[in-house]
């Protein structure tokens, strides 16, 4: 089970730090991603992490402002958001999968057989 928190309302270039709890699962053995999706938009990946920490991709928009991680003392996964734009509004998802080696890390969603019901954050201009 995933369980996202974090979300909110924050105004532009604010910041928040979004927050998945794992539950249920062997959390080292599952590489993990943010997703989210806009208003009238297709889900996309925000940032994906394998399994070690040590592999991260992101989505092209991220540019910089955006660093995920995952703690497995605590399993969780976190995603610090910096520098917040309006077009950053959206529901984020947490997502993860089995994977077989540590390094590998998913891009799509397609890839990812379990999902959280989403967090939303919301920036003002």
């Known amino acids: 089970q995933l369980a996202e928190s974090g979300g909110g309302l924050v105004q532009a270039a604010g910041s928040l730090r979004l927050f998945c709890a794992v539950s249920?699962?062997?959390?080292?053995?599952?590489?993990m991603a943010w997703f989210r999706q806009g208003p009238g938009k297709e889900r996309e990946l925000v940032a994906a992490?394998?399994?070690?920490?040590?592999?991260?991709e992101y989505g092209d928009f991220v540019k910089g402002r955006f660093t995920v991680s995952r703690n497995a003392a605590e399993n969780t996964m976190h995603l610090q958001m910096y520098n917040l734009k309006p077009e950053d509004t959206g529901v984020y998802f947490c997502?993860?999968?089995?994977?077989?080696?540590?390094?590998?890390?998913?891009?799509?969603?397609?890839?990812?057989?379990?999902w959280g019901q989403g967090t939303q954050v919301t920036v003002s201009s």
């Open positions: 249920g699962r062997a959390f080292n053995n599952y590489a």
């Open positions: 997502a993860a999968r089995f994977s077989r080696h540590s390094h590998d890390y998913y891009n799509t969603a397609t890839s990812y057989e379990f």
């Open positions: 992490i394998s399994r070690s920490g040590d592999f991260t």
